[in-house]
């Protein structure tokens, strides 16, 4: 079925709809800002026959938030046998469109994504079975011809899942490169915890836990509300294994990591919150089987409070170092005695004091560290995302 025909199958507004619309001089772009707008305000009955005008009209953008629509879960609309089929039908009618200059290139590229992630699972309901060379092929072609990291970290992801661990083929190094890059140039926060997890597991890579949990640990700081759920599991389980001397190595390789990248971060981590929380999810405290509380972000002043129990006031010591060393106008301190208020390290964490170390850091001497902690504060002040993807199985 062609996509007119499909769409045209499924609108809400009935087939008059589109006669309507086209009598009235609507252009299908201004059609669909209007649905969408409409969509985000929860108004579907306004929004679909406006989103689906501009699809069958030939409106990529819309073709692709349409076949989204179709494949949330969570909303009457769901039936992700027609959000596949309109995700092929963008892949088949966009494969030679310029990678750069079209300004079609990021949806084409993502339905690519989105079509291999429907093949690798299957739809029973229409008869599609899993078909994992196929998702290859579209993970692929999106990879290289429109340079997407998404296909870039799935295809990776793909290749080594399928991949025996101790066999190191041309494919493997390819994931590797990919997974790498990603990591590394791109703050990329899956591909942080996925590398980070091969690396504490030994698998296509030498066994190095204190990397492992540095990577995963560095992930946290970059990853979305969506991606964060699973990033966190893996990095308390890994946590949890770790032995304190390979911590305290790890806390060392995120300090270096953060020293050559300063405030970088993926595009969408402001969504997630901040990286300086500590062992809490929904005001929560997490802690290991044996009752030892969790880190969520590896720095020496995280580790010391774990390290003794989770008791603020065992290390008051290092509190009063680090406020001391602040007040006497060390900037190098400055950021350290910030990111304790802002954990609760034997200070309240609602005090504004923690703000006001980062803030005078940031001004005064523009360290990297000190403006990503303030920063970082100043998010966790914010309204946190309310909507979050269902968490990712590990691998």
Partial sequence: MCLAALVAALMVGGPGFEARAGSSGLQPEDAFDRGLKAYRQGNLEDALPLIDFAATNGYVRAQFVLARIYGER??????????????????????????????????????????????????????????????RELLEFAASYFDDTDAQFELAKLILTDARPDVQDESATLALHYLSTLAEEKQHAGAQAFLGDLFWEGEH??????????????????????????IEEIYHDIYCRTAREQRAEAARIVARWDERHGAARSAGASEGGSAFTFGEVGGVKRTCANGEPIASRLTPEALAVAEQG????????????????????????????????????????EDAGGESALKSSASASRARLAVAGYLSLMRASQPRCRRCSEPRPRR
């Fill in 74 to 135: 969570d909303t009457r609309l769901y039936d992700p046998a027609a959000a596949f089929h309109i995700y092929e039908s963008i892949v088949e009618n966009n494969k030679d469109i310029d990678p750069y200059l079209d300004e079609n290139a990021p949806y084409v590229a993502a339905a690519n994504v989105a079509a291999a992630d429907y093949l690798m699972k299957g739809i029973p309901g229409i008869g599609l079975a899993p078909d994992r060379a196929k998702a």
């Fill in 205 to 230: 890579v030498g066994r190095r836990p204190d990397m492992g949990l540095a990577l995963v640990s560095i992930a946290l700081g970059n990853a979305t509300a969506g991606d964060r759920l699973w």
């Fill in 310 to 349: 989770g008791d603020p006031e065992a290390s008051g010591g290092a509190v009063a170092s680090a406020q001391g060393a602040a007040s006497s106008e060390d900037a190098g301190a400055r950021p350290t005695f910030g990111n304790m208020m802002g954990l609760g390290l034997g200070i309240s964490a």
